[in-house]
């Protein structure tokens, strides 16, 4: 066991704990049970400047460390995430509440990106032409950024991170990863790991907070990019924040995701995957689907699908084997059970209600059943906004192409899905979808780690998405030399000549 998990008080990293300054300390509650887990500093402003201060110092060196030097530590650092994976997975699930088994996938999904960012000698390969002019060679190289700030959501406090900083530390930079106060322990947890894999210390540093720390980040001179995943708002505020201060910046927003279901679909393999997809990890991720289109006649088989598997799911304490875990925040659960009040109050037809669930668990936990819509339209407020919780709403459609403009019409575009057993429709969907990534017979289409994740429209503000070749893109900068060496045995050069370059 690593020492923080059993550290009262959350601290800042900066290659060892870091207390801070005048930093107020806030409550972590485990929302299984509604009793604080462990308290948290917020920074202020100082204790942000120390911590981007000691990124700043460890950023020149790591920088020019070899490839070599910095991939061993990446495979080191995976070797250990992959032996120990279950502890951080039980961190996940004490401050988030999601099942200890879908924070085991949230942390293999993370390794994937490690994974990937081990290949970084390939990854950082440049171009070499020899004899571009005569006697002229060219060749373009990568370069590292120097301090980047991760700034991440509480869904997925240990996945998201891991989007962005191993390919970062890989690509030679320092990052000060900012993760959500409301689970912030995975942080520590990997600064650890970080160390004991042999980074050098401030390559990783991790800042506590709330709006004080992302601020100062947004603003610090010598922090040169920000990845950001979060709400569509704050997404926005902090890609035009941060651009204001001339950083680069990769925002990810939020989602609203459709599930297109064909009348040629396997209606129960369409059901199976609506509800793994809609519910799984209480709705809380952001390629969670929260709208399935039923495209014609089908829609009464498939809803009764849906519905039978709805009311079979187990809510409770995601330590005790159940399918559903609690929702993060007291605040949050009451906010989702809201827009179920509203769907009803608008006449959307309520056929599993998960107000009152049966619950395996501490009746102080901040429960809410799956809950299931039908005949919701787009007029609605279940349908426009963003609800992050176990809501799934079924929306009718008459055709493939009013399908397609339900979701095209949509303000966001981070995920969607085809089920269809037409490879015509298949293609035809791929095309015309206005959506980042698309999933045909797959409910939750994440790309894996040597593709970037990302969405187009509110979902994403920026030009670039998360790892993959994109993700190096990101974290690196690149340069162009043009070579001449003069051979001395040659006549001495060819004289004075103002105009403009050419090549011969
Ligand atoms: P959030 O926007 O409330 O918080 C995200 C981060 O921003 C946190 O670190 C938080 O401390 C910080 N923050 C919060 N308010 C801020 C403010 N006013 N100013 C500056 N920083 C602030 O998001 P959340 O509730 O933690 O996460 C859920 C949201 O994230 C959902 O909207 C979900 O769709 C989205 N999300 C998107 C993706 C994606 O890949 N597009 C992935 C995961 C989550």
């Known amino acids: 066991m690593l020492a923080i998990m059993t550290a009262p008080t959350v601290t800042h ?119 571009v002019s005569t006697g002229i060679d060219v060749h373009s190289k990568r370069q590292p950024l120097g301090v980047v700030g991760v700034i991440s959501p509480f869904n997925f406090p240990a996945m998201v991170p891991m989007w962005f900083f191993p390919i970062a530390i890989a690509a030679g930079n320092a990052v000060v990863l900012k993760p959500s106060e409301k689970d912030p322990s995975a942080s520590i947890w990997l600064a650890e790991l970080w160390r004991e894999a042999g980074l050098p210390a401030g390559v990783f540093t991790v800042l506590q907070g709330d709006k004080v720390a992302v601020d100062a980040l947004l603003e610090h001179p010598a922090v040169k990019a920000i990845s950001f995943v979060g709400s569509t708002p704050i997404a926005r505020y902090v890609y035009e924040r941060a ?45 969670a689907i929260s709208v399935l289109v039923a495209v014609g006649p089908i829609a009464d088989g498939l809803v009764a699908r849906i519905a039978d598997r709805t009311r079979s799911l187990r809510t409770g304490d995601g330590t005790r084997g159940t399918d559903m875990g609690p929702l993060v925040t007291r605040a949050h659960r009451d906010r989702v059970a809201s827009f179920v009040d509203a769907g009803e109050a608008a006449g959307a037809e309520l056929v599993v209600d998960g107000r009152a669930p049966q619950v395996d668990g501490d009746s102080s936990g901040f429960w809410l059943g799956p809950t299931l819509f039908d005949h919701v339209t787009p007029d609605m407020e279940i349908y426009t906004e963003e609800i992050f919780g176990p809501v799934l709403s079924i929306v009718r459609a008459g055709s493939y192409d009013e399908a397609v403009r339900l979701v095209n019409a949509n303000p966001y575009g981070n995920g969607v899905a085809l089920f269809t057993s037409s490879g015509t429709a298949a293609r035809a969907f791929e095309r015309d979808v206005e959506v ?32 993959g070749t994109d993700g190096v893109q990101f974290f690196t900068r690149g340069k162009v030399v043009t070579t001449r060496w003069n051979d001395p045995a040659a006549k001495p050069g060819g004289g004075l000549e103002l105009a403009f370059p050419q090549n011969r």
């Not at 201060?245 to 297109?260: C, D, E, F, I, T």
């Not at 279901?261 to 709705?283: I, M, T």
């Open 13 to 131: 990293w900066t290659g060892t704990p870091y207390v801070g300054h005048a930093d107020r300390v806030e409550d972590v509650i485990n929302p299984a049970t509604g009793r604080v887990s462990a308290r948290v500093r917020y920074a202020d402003v100082e204790t942000a400047n120390a911590v981007v201060s000691a990124a700043e110092l460890a950023a020149r060196d790591w920088g020019r460390s070899s490839l070599t030097a910095r991939s061993r530590v990446l495979f080191r650092f995976r070797e250990l995430l992959d032996a120990r994976k279950e502890e951080l997975a039980a961190i996940i699930t004490r401050e988030h509440g999601k099942i200890l088994a879908d924070a085991l996938g949230e942390v293999s999904r993370g390794q994937e990106a490690v994974e990937f960012a081990c290949g970084i000698p390939h990854l950082l390969k440049g171009a070499y032409s020899e004899g």
């Open 243 to 287: 651009s204001s201060y001339g950083k680069r910046v990769q925002a990810l927003g939020g989602a609203k995701n459709h599930m297109v279901v064909l009348p040629d679909a396997d209606l129960d393999v369409a059901a199976d995957q609506a509800v793994s997809a809609g519910f799984g990890s209480a709705g809380e991720r952001c390629m």
């Open 436 to 467: 980042g990534m698309v999933g045909v017979n797959v409910p939750v289409p994440v790309p894996m780690a040597y593709y970037s994740f990302g969405g187009w429209k509110q979902s994403l503000f920026g030009d670039q998405h998360a790892h």
